[in-house]
């Protein structure tokens, strides 16, 4: 008999009840119920195995990215730091809380053969990394107001398809588009950095594996990455974001240390006229 718990079906890594699926609330505000986390199963034998599937039972997922600045300052002008130069990024580590389960272990929801599936009990047992990917899933709110034609600049988002869910009535009402739009987030060669075995607790009958892995890479999976990636703030395309560029800036109108809130869109730069800079909008 198969093992329900560990083989994939639907998109998840498993088919019993433990990964049946139910709707969610349609907000602006991201929750955590569309999140979807996936990495790759293992499967017995030669069994080709070349995809990643849902995480089921998985309580919480946390990555945190940081880099630090370096100040530079001169002798002789006075206590004053000239500029904050951005540092080396800190390596990106992710965090997982899952729940222990007989069938089903942190080893082998990450494509080890461990409990059942094989001797893997330790870290020492892993040579080879994995992927993990995280699907920032959108409501219907936000797939309406992302669009339907995205630029070049956004590969990163990609609609994903729930029909497999196979919904009572849900093709009856949406027919084919059974799709959200979804934010990716991919974390490439991963190793398992700290894996919690199964410690049990007289105070809870429930056993959770705590699991650390380091990321080699997070980028969106689909762009390419390099020197004139237009990320956003740069004044030689009129994003004028400081004060600090303006004189790189290729717009007509430079940053300035204020601005009114006028019109209906919130804050509106302030009028700038040639030869005639930092003049503030007329006030309501």
């Known amino acids: 008999m198969a093992n329900t ?6 998109g998840a890594q498993g088919s019993s009840h433990i990964y049946d699926y139910n709707s969610s609330p349609n907000t602006r505000a991201a929750i955590s119920q569309k999140v979807r986390i996936l990495s790759p199963v293992y499967k017995p034998g030669n069994e080709a195995n070349n995809l990643l599937y ?22 002789g002008f006075g206590d004053q730091i000239a500029e904050r130069v951005p540092g080396v990024s800190d390596p990106v580590d992710v965090s997982i809380e899952r729940t222990l389960m007989y069938l ?29 990917e995280q699907q920032l899933v959108f409501s219907s709110i936000a797939d309406t107001e992302t669009g339907t034609t995205l630029t070049d600049n956004q590969k990163g988002i990609r609609e994903i398809d729930f029909s497999g869910q196979k919904v ?4 009856e009402a949406y027919g084919e588009n059974q799709k959200h739009k979804a934010i990716i987030t991919y974390f490439e060669a991963c190793w398992m950095t700290a894996i919690s075995g199964a410690n049990p607790s007289a105070d809870s009958s429930l056993m959770a594996q705590s699991i650390s892995a380091a990321a080699q890479d997070v980028h969106d999976l689909f762009s390419t990455y390099g020197e004139f990636m237009p990320s956003g703030n740069d004044p030689s395309l009129s994003q004028n974001a400081t004060i600090r560029h303006n004189s790189i800036s290729t717009g007509a109108n430079l940053r300035t240390t204020s601005s009114s809130v006028t019109g209906s869109s919130g804050g509106v730069a302030p009028i700038v006229l040639p030869g005639i800079p930092n003049i503030p909008a007329p006030p309501f």
């Open 54 to 75: 849902q995480l089921g039972v998985c309580s919480s997922f946390s990555a945190d990215f940081n880099r630090g600045v370096e100040d530079i300052r001169g002798i």
């Open 104 to 132: 089903s272990n942190g080893h082998q929801a990450f494509g080890f053969a461990g409990g059942i599936d094989g001797p893997v009990r330790t870290l020492q047992h892993h040579r080879w990394p994995f992927d993990i």
């Open 5 to 10: 718990d560990s083989t994939p079906a639907g």
């Open 168 to 171: 009572t009535g849900a093709q």
